[in-house]
């Protein structure tokens, strides 16, 4: 896949949580994003920026730079800086940029029946395993997630800050409805979402057309749809997160889907560091 028009292309900076390069970080819907940059070959740069500054205070967001006045619509014209204007949510930046030409619509050539399969996977993964692996992390994981998401806080701060954060979430998984259930009920369902993913990643991989090292996709496609950056992102996440260690060995009894996220890593993320096996 290569970017619509290299013209129409502005200067972006994905803003990620964490400073540093060369690496993926914890959040799945950040290396969901920066998928589906890659995907496109739209070259972009990485800083850890900060909830305050970001849109919807949410991770990642991305800062344009270098846009024509013409390609912004109204609406988004409260989100300039003096700078370039910021963007946030991995799906409705990937929307905008799209319809600014700067992106390809991934899911433009789908049927109705395969675009609705992209997008029942895509809520698969965002709306029931998001709060599974959250469980994990921040439940059972929490000293671990906490250290980690707060790195950058002093320690007597960080224990505070961590308290608070904790208390939140304990209320958002019982409210959502993932923290009714037990932990063994909880890794049951985990598990069956991955166990489904492996299956249908099978099927892809038996129909690809490709070579051995190219990367093959979820649809059974020729080309990468929406779905295949939510997939990445998720696979990654739960390989690098150390905070999910149940997660973890989940995705790595699956061959099929380490085969599916190495294919895409070493295609697309050549300079980044590769998890671990």
């Keep these: ?36 940059l890659r995907f496109a070959g739209v070259r972009y740069t990485t800083d850890a920026g900060s909830l305050k500054v970001a849109p919807k205070g949410k991770i990642p967001y991305i800062e344009c730079r270098d846009l024509s006045s013409t390609s912004v619509g109204t609406e988004l014209q409260e989100e300039r800086t003096q700078s370039g204007l910021l963007l946030s949510d991995s799906a409705l930046i990937a929307k905008t940029l799209s319809e600014w030409g700067v992106l390809p619509d991934l899911n433009r050539d789908l049927d109705p029946v395969k675009r609705s399969h992209d997008m029942s996977l895509i809520a698969l993964l965002e709306n029931k395993l998001y709060f599974y692996q959250g469980w994990e992390r921040w ?24 308290l ?5 979430n304990k209320a958002m998984f019982h409210g959502q409805g ?17 166990e489904g993913i492996s299956e249908l990643l099978l099927v892809s991989r038996s129909s690809s057309s490709g070579s051995n090292n190219d990367p ?3 649809l059974g496609g020729e080309h990468p749809t929406e779905a295949d950056t939510c997939l990445f992102g998720f696979i990654v996440s739960a390989l690098i997160c150390t905070a999910g260690p149940d997660s973890q060995k ?28």
């Design 178 to 194: 993932t923290g009714r259930f037990t932990a063994e009920e909880i890794a049951t369902f985990r598990h069956e979402i991955w």
């Design 164 to 168: 608070l954060i904790y208390r939140n």
């Design 1 to 36: 896949m290569v970017a619509q028009d290299n013209a129409n292309q502005p200067q972006i900076t994905v803003f990620r949580g964490w400073k540093g390069s060369g690496k993926y970080v914890w959040s799945p819907y950040v290396i969901k994003l920066e998928a589906r």
């Design 250 to 277: 989940d995705v790595k009894s699956f061959p099929v889907i380490l085969d599916y996220a190495g294919r895409i890593h070493d295609y697309y993320f050549p300079d980044y560091e590769k998890w671990a096996i």
């Design 139 to 162: 439940i059972q994981n929490y000293y671990t997630m906490r250290d980690h998401i707060l790195e950058s806080i002093p320690y007597p701060i960080r224990v505070i800050v961590g």
């Design 216 to 218: 093959f996709w979820v």
